[in-house]
Nanobody, 117 residues
Framework: QVQLVESGGDSVQPGGSLRLSCLAS????????MHWYRQAPGKQRELVAR???????SYADSVKGRFTISEDNNKNTVFLQINNLKPEDTAVYYC???????????WGPGTQVTVSS
């Protein structure tokens, strides 16, 4: 069973930066598409970043130019670099992996990002 654990969330001021990490229990990035989702209070879960097994990345319009997803295969870790944080970025951020052959998914428990003055 694939396990994912996020870390790196914090309380920061607008304009600050964070680097979120997602540690996988095994090497899955060659066969799983990886995603970062977030869910703000009172909002639905939102997909903010995706990296497919071939290394292609994509982002929600609201975060383009500020968020970058990357992977370190040797460390079984996927990252989300977040720059120029805005108050509307406040949310619990979740790491997700999807196995395209079956649709099976793995989720981390989330890490809290709070952006306020």
């Amino acid at each position: 069973q694939v396990q994912l654990v996020e870390s790196g969330g914090d309380s920061v001021q607008p304009g600050g930066s964070l680097r979120l990490s997602c540690l996988a229990s095994e090497n899955i990035f060659s066969i799983y598409d990886m995603h970062w989702y977030r869910q703000a209070p009172g909002k639905q879960r939102e997909l903010v970043a995706r990296m497919t097994t071939n290394g292609s990345s994509s982002y929600a319009d609201s975060v383009k130019g500020r968020f970058t997803i990357s992977e370190d295969n040797n460390k079984n870790t996927v990252f989300l670099q977040i720059n120029n944080l805005k108050p509307e970025d406040t949310a619990v951020y979740y790491c997700n992996g999807r196995f395209p052959l079956t649709g099976a998914m793995a989720w981390g428990p989330g890490t809290q990002v709070t952006v306020s003055s």
